[in-house]
């Protein structure tokens, strides 16, 4: 059974940090580009950042850019996302999703923020931080 569960996050106050967890099982991060989105109460779900199967090039938004930091363990098939100076407006339910990367890293460049793009999702986790 293909499976994504993510973990690791919670409250924290601005200028705090955390670090959220996907593990992934029923297949291999060798195959599967990993994304983390997230999506906070009346706004659309956001890519934040992305790693590649086999290169594993890392892509991030703007919005994210010198503050997170994506990292993947290929031997525990688990993708973690590092959060440093957090912001109050980074509260939103983060989700990790898998997508099966048949093509060059130069064209996940140009898709990986791009929901429908995706196999696989994960739960959620909440991340809230406060002012």
């Known amino acids: 059974e293909v499976q994504l569960v993510e973990s690791g996050g919670g409250l924290v106050q601005a200028g705090g940090s955390l670090r959220l967890s996907c593990v992934a099982s029923?297949?291999?991060?060798?195959?599967?580009?990993i994304g983390w989105f997230r999506q906070a109460p009346g706004n659309h779900r956001e890519g934040i950042s992305c790693?590649?199967?086999?290169?594993?090039?890392?892509y991030y938004s703007d919005s994210v850019k010198g503050r997170f930091t994506i990292s993947k363990d290929s031997a525990k098939n688990t993708v973690s996302l590092q959060m440093n100076s957090l912001k109050p407006e980074d509260t939103a339910v983060y989700y990790c999703?898998?997508?099966?990367?048949?093509?060059?890293?130069?064209?996940?460049?140009?898709?990986?923020?791009?929901?429908?793009?995706?196999?696989?999702w994960g739960q959620g986790t909440q991340v809230t931080v406060s002012s």
């Open positions: 999703a898998a997508l099966k990367q048949i093509f060059h890293d130069s064209a996940l460049g140009l898709v990986w923020s791009l929901t429908y793009e995706y196999d696989f």
């Open positions: 029923g297949f291999t991060l060798d195959d599967y580009a």
């Open positions: 790693i590649s199967s086999r290169e594993s090039s890392t």
